[in-house]
C-alpha cells in the first residue's frame, strides 16, 4: 500500500519561508510523477508545481512562481516544496500527489493516484 506523508507545514509570518516535504512508502518513489496542491475552504484543490521521476520541474500556478520550488530526493523517498516570501493568501493546507505509471485509481483526481492527507500552512500577516 502506498502512503503519502506530508510534514513541515505551521504558522509563520509573512515574508518567512516553509518547507514541506512528503515521504513516499510503500511504492516506488522513483517512477513516480510528483506534486503538490493545495487547497483553502470552498475553493477546489489546486495544483501549484509538479516534478518527473528525473527531476524536471514546472510551476503550474501563476502566483507562487519565482516563490516556490519543487524538488525530489529520490534516495530519500521524499518530494519538498520550498516556499519562500510567503503571503497571506498562501495559506491553505498542503497536499502531494503521486503519478504511478503502470497503476490507475479510478477514484482519484486524474491523473493523480496517490494523495497524502495534507499539512495546514498559515501565514499571518
Known amino acids: 500500500q502506498v502512503q503519502l506523508v506530508e510534514s513541515g507545514g505551521g504558522l509563520v509570518q509573512s515574508g518567512d519561508s516553509l518547507r514541506l516535504s512528503c515521504v513516499v512508502s510503500?511504492?516506488?518513489?522513483?517512477?513516480?510523477?510528483m506534486a503538490w496542491f493545495r487547497q483553502v475552504p470552498g475553493k477546489e484543490r489546486a495544483i501549484l508545481a509538479a516534478?518527473?521521476?528525473?527531476?524536471?520541474?514546472?510551476v503550474h500556478e501563476d502566483s507562487v512562481k519565482g516563490r516556490f520550488t519543487i524538488s525530489r530526493d529520490n534516495s530519500k523517498n521524499t518530494v519538498y516544496l520550498q516556499m519562500n516570501s510567503l503571503q497571506a493568501e498562501d495559506t491553505a493546507v498542503y497536499y502531494c500527489?503521486?503519478?504511478?505509471?503502470?497503476?490507475?485509481?479510478?477514484?482519484?483526481?486524474?491523473?493523480?493516484?496517490?494523495w497524502g492527507r495534507g499539512t495546514q500552512v498559515t501565514v499571518s500577516s
Open positions: 516534478i518527473g521521476w528525473g527531476g524536471d520541474s514546472i
Open positions: 500527489a503521486a503519478d504511478d505509471p503502470v497503476y490507475t485509481n479510478p477514484d482519484s483526481l486524474p491523473p493523480y493516484d496517490y
Open positions: 510503500g511504492g516506488t518513489f522513483s517512477s513516480y510523477m
